[in-house]
């Protein structure tokens, strides 16, 4: 019988050798969760736990080295190899260049190629200045509506937790500092989207439990087991409005963390023909992590004037 790693390694295997034969192809996540087999979050999840690096992280570093050969061993024009690997323009192909190689594109074309040239793709080590720190005080937020379909919240439900860290010491810790049942969560093949903290609303929460769980939003039809001690509840269709920050240091998640809830607090959804309708889903974070900026999500509904 295989075991559940060699299936996933076998799903990454499939992901990254079919990312490297459409190289100089436009790529997708839903491409590679058909290859992989998985949804989009967990094919998305299992390729980072393989690699270290998210989908999109390992296509630009791919589509950066090929190019980076590709003009050395070509004749072609910047721009054309730019084209050719599926950047958008000259500019924005050498911004990435020579953030990973250190020089710009044109000039690492016309140096001398050794014996035995390899390319070594580095990542910046640039350290922010004071005055870019105080950039997150004034940074802006940006805001989007996504529709959300009928579908299940899967979820275990704390006692009296009323945020993720008195949520944690209750249920108890598990890997990479997260709770016991986000380990679980993150398991669950027929999750719509990532696991997320969720502050329930008072009709999603009975008596004697407490405001904040962690939880994954499933199909309408989801009938698989339930794990131990974690309830599924229906959720109705409903629009949500995205609040996302700017991305940031890892270390700086509590600041970023922070400075959107001060920017969400002074938020009118009125003035763009929303109110808020907490009573349809949870308000929702998702995981921290820098490189895309801390989001929350908060039901609203069209104001009908």
Known sequence: MRSTNQDTFDAV?????YIDAHIQEPLTAKMLSDVA??????????FKQHTGRMPFEYI??????????????????????????????????????????GLPPK??????KPKDWLIHYRVSTHRKTDMEENQMNTAV?????????????????????????????EVGSGENNNSEPWDILCEIKEALYEPAGVWLPDN????????????????????????????????????LIVFQGEPYDDEKYSQ???????????????????????????????????????IEMRPVREIIR
């Open 256 to 294: 970023a963390i922070g400075a959107l809830w001060e920017r969400i607090a002074k938020f009118n959804p009125e003035a763009y023909g929303y109110e808020y309708a907490d009573e349809l889903a949870p308000r929702m974070q998702l995981s921290p992590q820098g490189w895309r900026g801390y």
């Open 204 to 239: 999603m929460r009975p008596d004697d439990t407490g405001i904040y769980a962690h939880g994954v939003e499933l199909p309408a039809d989801y009938d698989a087991a339930i794990p131990d001690g974690f309830d599924l509840i229906d959720l109705p269709p409903c629009k």
């Open 107 to 112: 000039r690492f074309a016309s140096m001398p």
């Open 37 to 46: 087999g998985y949804s989009q979050y967990h094919a998305a999840r299992i």
């Open 60 to 101: 630009r570093e791919r589509r950066l080295i090929n190019a980076a050969f590709a003009l050395r061993n070509s004749k072609k024009k910047v721009l054309d190899v730019a084209l050719d690997f599926v950047f958008d323009s000259h500019e924005g192909f050498s911004r990435a260049f020579t953030k990973a190689f």
């Open 141 to 169: 937020i940006f805001t989007q509506i996504v529709e959300r379909p009928a579908r299940k919240l899967l979820l275990k439900r704390a006692q009296t937790a009323n945020d993720y860290f008195t949520y944690c010491e």
């Open 13 to 17: 295997q499939r992901m990254m050798a």
